[in-house]
């Protein structure tokens, strides 16, 4: 799974780079997206060896600026990350990475670490009276 990954983010990396070369995009759309690949494909691998496990999450690279393409209008502040935490039953925060520039980096949780968290949530809010 993970070379399969690292095999999106290449071909990834040609679109963009076809798509410079016809001067479809701007440069710094070009560096921008060419250093976002490069923060996830250092993840994936990071990830991967420190697991020993081929398995990836769904991985999101986004800037300080682009915070609210995945928390809408009211994301949180970089300041308060924590490696670790868990965002709005959604995203866990796995941390920064310089690649180029700076990018926070999340892995989305699948649909049963979702529904377990929400049922965690649901019963904390309706303790069982005896």
Do not use: C, W
């Not at 701007?26 to 993840?43: D, K």
């Not at 991985?59 to 990350?81: D, Y």
């Not at 989305?108 to 968290?117: A, F, G, H, K, V």
């Amino acid at each position: 799974m993970v070379r399969a990954y690292l095999g999106y983010l290449r071909n990834e990396q040609e679109v963009v780079d076809d798509r410079v070369s016809r001067r479809e995009v701007s440069p710094f759309y070009y560096r921008h997206n060419s250093n976002r690949i490069r923060a996830l494909r250092q993840i994936a691998m990071k990830l991967a060896r420190e697991s020993h496990n081929d398995y990836l999450p769904e991985l999101e690279a986004v800037s300080g600026t682009e915070l609210r393409l995945l928390f809408g209008s009211q994301p949180p502040s970089v300041a308060e990350l924590r490696a670790g935490e868990v965002l709005r039953n959604t995203f866990r925060y796995l941390g920064p990475v310089r690649a180029g520039e700076l990018f926070y980096v999340f892995a989305r949780l699948d649909p049963y670490e979702q529904s377990e968290l929400n049922g965690k949530a649901v019963s904390k809010k309706n303790p069982q009276r005896e």
